[in-house]
């Protein structure tokens, strides 16, 4: 009985040591994802050797008038007629270690205002993403659903 409790306990551990080295892969924040209000979709992928992300997706993709949203908040003037979908939301993150990216920025369209932002990989299918200003103690943290099976490279 003794020896099934051990080899028991011993699989479990195995197990969950290969899960978290599955989720380790830098890779893993690849994908799609639902942000928490549910009003977006934002593709994140690897470019040049960081993580960037943009929203590909609005639940309200036109204003009043039929036209797409822009980004008029923006503090750049000749930035301020570009579309909201396909905007840059996310830039320059890059994989830290236990399942975080962090040293990147998060813009948010509806200030205009862009804050550091650290992104943490709860599971294959949540993340913890935290703008802050400063330090990671002053900020706000979103958890984001992936909305597409993609596959760890």
């Keep these: 009985m003794k020896t099934l409790f051990?080899?028991?306990a011993l699989c479990i551990?195995?197990?969950?040591?290969?899960?978290?080295?599955?989720?380790?892969?830098p890779d893993a924040l690849n994908g799609t994802w639902l942000v928490e209000d549910?009003?977006?979709k934002v593709k994140i992928e690897k470019v040049a050797g960081k993580y960037s992300g943009k929203i590909v997706w609005l639940s309200e993709p036109n204003d009043k008038s039929g036209k797409p949203m822009l980004d008029t908040k923006n503090p750049d003037k000749s930035l301020q007629s570009?579309?909201?979908?396909?905007?840059p939301l996310l830039k320059d993150f890059v994989y830290d270690e236990d399942n975080s990216w962090t040293d990147g920025t998060i813009y948010d369209p509806e200030?205009?205002?862009t804050y550091s932002c650290k992104i943490t990989l709860k599971n294959n299918q949540s993340i913890?993403?935290?703008?802050?200003v400063g330090i990671s103690?002053?900020?706000r943290t979103e958890t984001w659903k992936?909305?597409?099976?993609n596959p760890v490279n």
């Design 6 to 8: 051990i080899y028991a």
């Design 82 to 87: 570009r579309p909201q979908s396909g905007l």
């Design 13 to 25: 551990t195995l197990f969950n040591y290969a899960y978290a080295q599955k989720n380790s892969s």
């Design 38 to 40: 549910g009003t977006a």
């Design 128 to 132: 913890e993403v935290r703008g802050y």
């Design 146 to 149: 992936r909305v597409e099976n």
């Design 111 to 113: 200030s205009g205002k």
């Design 137 to 139: 103690l002053f900020g």
